[in-house]
């Protein structure tokens, strides 16, 4: 069982399934969504994601003439998971701290408008915009 939770713990969320791939978003909208070079993220099935506690805690923003969205803590601001499409969730991988072994940097995407200061030292696919899974 994967567990994961924001900062102050009112939301809280388990994963029913292995998770191995990360993907890491460097475009600008997540840096500045989060204060440096982007976010890391996993892909879960909604069938194999549950809340544990806080749902009611989510607040949302999405930019305006865009379908990009982000989900966060509305006491601590931790981006939390949230999800574009009916079929997945998007977890923001370091808020999973109980089973987060398994996890590896798979992706690297919209590298070519990376920060000028990100410098990429894993072993991740590098996509210069988006990629088709
Ligand atoms: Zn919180
Ligand atoms: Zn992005």
Do not use: Y
């Amino acid at each position: 069982m994967t567990k994961g939770e924001c900062n102050c713990g009112s939301i809280r969320f388990s994963i029913t399934t292995d998770l191995s791939d990360v993907i890491v978003c460097h475009c600008s909208i997540c840096r500045r969504a989060t204060g440096s070079q982007g976010i890391a993220v996993v892909l879960v099935d909604n069938d194999k994601f549950a809340w544990t506690s806080g749902e009611d805690h989510i607040i949302t923003w999405r930019k305006p003439d865009s379908d990009w969205q982000m989900w966060f803590c509305r006491t601590c601001g931790s981006p939390v998971p949230g999800s574009n499409d009916e079929s997945r969730m998007f977890v923001p991988a370091g808020l999973i701290t109980d089973g987060d072994e398994t996890l590896r940097v798979a992706h690297h995407i919209w590298v070519g408008s990376r920060a000028a200061w990100d410098e990429i030292g894993d072993g991740g696919r590098r996509h210069l915009e988006a990629f088709d899974e």
